[in-house]
Nanobody
Framework: QVEMEESGGGVVQAGGSLRLSCTVS????????MNWIRQAPGKEREGVSC????????LYGDPVKGRFTISRDNAKNTLYLQMNDLKPEDTAVYYC????????????WGKGTLVTISS
């Protein structure tokens, strides 16, 4: 059974930082590209970032480029998202998701962690 659990969400003031983590079990972690996806209240899901299986390739959505950094530790089956210079528009539920390659379509999802940025 695949389990993906996000952590690290919370409330932070604009301009602050948070680091999200996603621990994965029941899945050959190193065989999957990993993603962070977010959904703001009343809006559709939005791709935040994707990292290749080896971690050598990273992709970012325009709204987060230069502020967010995705990384992974395949030895620990863990995905990370370092978020800096946070803005109120970053408020959302953040999900980790796994797919075979970036852009293939998600096979597995976590349950999400809420990030709230106060102005």
């Amino acid at each position: 059974q695949v389990e993906m659990e996000e952590s690290g969400g919370g409330v932070v003031q604009a301009g602050g930082s948070l680091r999200l983590s996603c621990t994965v079990s029941g899945l050959p972690f190193a065989d999957y590209a990993m993603n962070w996806i977010r959904q703001a209240p009343g809006k559709e899901r939005e791709g935040v970032s994707c990292i290749s299986r080896s971690g050598t390739t990273t992709l970012y959505g325009d709204p987060v480029k230069g502020r967010f950094t995705i990384s992974r530790d395949n030895a620990k089956n863990t995905l990370y998202l370092q978020m800096n210079d946070l803005k109120p528009e970053d408020t959302a539920v953040y999900y980790c998701a796994a797919e075979r390659e970036c852009g293939d379509g998600m096979d597995y999802w976590g349950k999400g962690t809420l990030v709230t940025i106060s102005s």
